[in-house]
């Protein structure tokens, strides 16, 4: 059996976050991450476009040897990820998988209100596509889902701008438009992979009470999950430990902001997928 790499993937930094994650819990296997930073951002753009993205990134993965990729990305996610799974995976051949983010988060949020209010900050593109409401109805019927898309904030995070006065306003800005909807919110999720960026800033503006969810530790712990259940997934990846990272935009400013979010220093490799 060939055995490969978990590939991660996200539109940009912010599934550094999430591989930040994945790699403190599962040290032991070898990963790829791929941000897709030439054509970022993801969030506004349409559904076929994204799809079309995602599926080109999520070829690429497998032709490098990953049997498992993630989309650490909640657009990737909300826009593409039942489409691969429904339309494409089979071409792939037997024993790949593709998975998500917004399921693993789905799964666990209304263990975690106890009101059944829940808040979603998100992009425009996750916040369209309706993904989050419909999958927490699936399993928590009970709670009701207010979101506030926030388009100004992953820009902000990507220039470096996010503790400054400017930024303050847009995040006070969006958080009290998502509150504004009820009074009775006591959980909110991050719901993209850039916002943990900004936990300490969204944690001063938030009332107190209000538990603050990001995804990373979540996906993290159900990746783990998932390979202890899919025994035969877990066989096929290779365990030395090493993890490399791609982006199709410039390498060097990759690095640079890519630190950031990965929380210490990383050397990429320019990929020309275009």
Same mark, same amino acid.
Request: charged fraction near 15%.
């Given at each position: 059996?060939?055995?490969?790499?978990?590939?991660?993937?996200?539109?940009?930094?912010?599934?550094?976050?999430?591989?930040?994650?994945?790699?403190?819990?599962?040290?032991?296997? +070898?990963? !790829?991450? !791929?941000?897709?930073?030439?054509?970022?951002?993801?969030g506004?753009?349409?559904?076929? @476009? *994204?799809?079309?993205?995602?599926?080109?990134? &999520?070829?690429?993965?497998?032709k490098?040897?990953?049997?498992?990729?993630?989309?650490?990305?909640?657009?990737?996610?909300?826009?593409a990820?039942?489409?691969?799974?429904?339309?494409?995976?089979?071409?792939?051949?037997?024993?790949?998988? *593709?998975?998500?983010?917004?399921? %693993?988060?789905?799964?666990?949020?209304?263990?975690?209100?106890?009101?059944?209010? &829940?808040?979603?900050?998100?992009?425009?593109?996750? &916040?369209?596509?309706?993904?989050?409401?419909?999958?927490? +109805?699936?399993?928590? %019927?009970?709670?009701? &889902?207010?979101?506030?898309?926030?388009?100004?904030?992953?820009? !902000?995070?990507?220039?470096n701008?996010? +503790?400054?006065?400017?930024?303050?306003?847009?995040?006070?800005?969006?958080? +009290?438009?998502?509150?504004?909807?009820?009074?009775?919110?006591?959980?909110?999720?991050?719901?993209?992979?850039?916002?943990?960026?900004?936990?300490?800033?969204?944690?001063?503006?938030?009332? %107190?009470?209000?538990?603050?969810?990001?995804?990373?530790?979540?996906?993290?712990?159900?990746?783990?999950?998932?390979?202890?259940?899919?025994?035969?997934?877990?066989?096929?990846?290779?365990? /030395?430990?090493?993890?490399?990272?791609? @982006?199709?935009d /410039?390498?060097? /400013?990759?690095?640079?902001k890519?630190?950031?979010?990965?929380?210490? %220093? !990383?050397?990429?490799?320019?990929?020309?997928?275009?």
């Open positions: 059996m060939t055995k490969g790499p978990i590939g991660v993937f996200d539109s940009g930094y912010g599934g550094l976050t999430v591989l930040q994650s994945i790699v403190c819990k599962l040290p032991q296997y +070898n990963y !790829l991450y !791929l941000g897709d930073n030439a054509r970022a951002p993801y506004s753009r349409s559904f076929e @476009t *994204v799809y079309q993205y995602t599926l080109q990134c &999520v070829e690429w993965f497998f490098q040897g990953c049997p498992l990729v993630i989309l650490a990305c909640n657009t990737a996610s909300a826009k990820l039942r489409t691969i799974q429904q339309n494409d995976i089979a071409t792939f051949g037997a024993g790949k998988r *593709v998975l998500g983010v917004i399921r %693993p988060t789905t799964e666990i949020i209304g263990e975690c209100t106890q009101s059944n209010k &829940v808040g979603i900050l998100a992009t425009s593109g996750t &916040v369209l596509s309706g993904s989050y409401p419909i999958e927490i +109805n699936k399993f928590f %019927p009970k709670c009701e &889902v207010y979101q506030e898309a926030c388009p100004m904030w992953v820009p !902000l995070i990507e220039n701008e996010h +503790n400054s006065a400017g930024a303050a306003y847009f995040i006070e800005k969006h958080i +009290n438009h998502l509150l504004a909807q009820s009074n009775n919110i006591d959980t909110i999720l991050l719901a993209c992979t850039h916002y943990p960026l900004l936990i300490n800033i969204i944690t001063k503006l938030l009332p %107190p009470g209000i538990t603050i969810l990001s995804q990373g530790e979540i996906v993290a712990n159900s990746l783990a999950t998932y390979l202890q259940r899919h025994k035969w997934m877990e066989k096929s990846l290779t365990k /030395d430990g090493q993890v490399s990272f791609f @982006t199709t /410039d390498a060097a /400013d990759f690095d640079n890519g630190s950031l979010f990965y929380g210490k %220093p !990383l050397t990429s490799t320019h990929l020309d997928l275009i």
